[in-house]
């Protein structure tokens, strides 16, 4: 490790990434542990587990998983060995009993509260970027947390209020309008703001985190044919257009709206930087019918760097060694991509101050 002489700070030669475990009684373990054992992945960050280590041992020893030699600590180290998995272990040595496939209120509390701890490392300083394994919205229901899911959880603890699920893939890019709400409140929240806001978040995204200079984002209607012309509905001439004509005046490069249904059969997305749709499965069902095996669920607008699988908990092949790590895998991938590009661009800020300032 070396010392940046301007600010005497250490500067880490990889990434460190904080790892959550997801829920223990799903296929979270199991997808960490694979990807753990995947030596050119291993050569590009430093990995903090954040969870239970006996949760971690038990699903190695289940699915016969090779388990490097762990070092539980209650917090970071400052200097992480490729030797010894670090493991932040936030149970106390009071680690819920794995019960593969079952729903449980331990088993949602621990998912949670690995999630609080790894934000809480990104916050700190002490990891660069997070990614979460699968949770389960029931579990942590029964756990007591009110959030519909991780997105509004690390929202709330980064105290974040512009925000929008991305679904990334090689050349696809899916943000969402409206995220995990019931199906019938959508028309009420698709409304001018929220649509400027997520085109707004989105684009600084693209720019911040992929860096695409001038990005090109499509947006989606909302009903079937994009409204027709208003004959199968209106919020396309009420709502979307106008929003869309406020965003080109505000200087962004913004499309449609587009028909959602022919949209992504015919390749469209990819003329674009990024597609807008209105509500989660006008998104993600084509988003998971393309880019299943290697799709990453990634949140714009936070101040720390945060990304998931595609898929959920997979209850039915937990315990089996079925579980492919794909998806996790390019989620861990994209984290270290955002987590370098964001360090650069903020080392390229302050050389750029510095040298206004020496002038």
């Known amino acids: 490790m070396s010392i940046d002489l301007e ?8 990434p460190r990434i904080a790892i959550t475990l997801g829920d223990p009684n799903g296929v979270g373990p199991e997808i960490v542990l694979k990807c753990l054992s995947d030596s050119r992945l291993m050569k590009f960050f430093d990995p903090i587990i954040v969870g239970s280590a006996e949760v971690l041992r038990k699903h190695a020893e289940v699915l016969e998983l090779p388990l490097p030699e762990l070092r539980v600590v209650g917090d970071v180290p400052e200097r992480i060995t490729p030797e010894r998995l670090v493991v932040v ?40 970027a997070m990614v979460t394994a699968p949770i389960s919205k029931e579990a942590i229901s029964l756990a ?14 980064t105290g974040t209020r512009r925000y929008t699920m991305m679904m990334v893939s090689d050349d696809l890019r899916i943000g969402l309008v409206t995220g995990h709400i019931p199906i019938w409140d959508v ?19 693209l720019i911040q985190d992929f860096g695409i200079d001038r990005p090109k984002i499509a947006v989606l209607g909302l009903n079937p044919h994009a409204g027709d012309g208003g004959v199968l509905g209106r919020e396309e001439n009420e709502t979307i257009i106008p929003a869309l004509e406020e965003a080109r ?16 059969g015919i390749g469209a997305y990819r003329l674009y ?87």
Do not use: W
């Not at 600010?7 to 990889?14: I, Y």
């Not at 028309?187 to 995204?205: G, M, N």
């Not at 595609?310 to 060694?321: E, F, S, V």
């Open 7 to 14: 600010s005497r700070k250490p500067v880490r030669p990889r």
């Open 89 to 128: 272990d936030v149970t106390g040595g009071k680690a819920p009993e794995v019960e593969f496939g079952k729903i449980t209120a331990e088993g949602g509390k621990l998912a949670m509260e690995s999630v609080r701890r790894a934000v809480q490392l990104c916050l700190d300083g002490k990891a660069d």
């Open 144 to 157: 007591g947390y009110r959030e519909p899911g991780h997105t509004e959880f690390i929202a709330r603890l």
């Open 187 to 205: 028309p009420k929240r698709v409304t001018r703001q929220a649509i400027l806001e997520t085109i707004e978040i989105i684009h600084e995204s």
């Open 249 to 264: 005046r505000r200087g962004y490069l913004v499309f449609g709206p587009f028909p959602a249904d022919s949209f992504f």
């Open 273 to 359: 930087d990024a597609v807008v749709a209105m509500y989660h499965d006008q998104g993600l069902i084509p988003f998971k019918t393309l880019a299943f095996e290697s799709g990453v669920n990634y949140t714009a607008g936070l101040p720390i760097v945060r990304t998931s699988p595609d898929h959920g908990t997979a209850y039915n092949i937990a315990g089996q060694g079925k579980a492919s790590p794909g998806s996790m895998r390019s989620a861990i991938y994209l984290a270290i991509d955002i987590a370098r590009r964001r360090k650069e661009r903020q080392q390229a800020a302050a050389a750029t101050s510095s040298s206004a300032a020496a002038s």
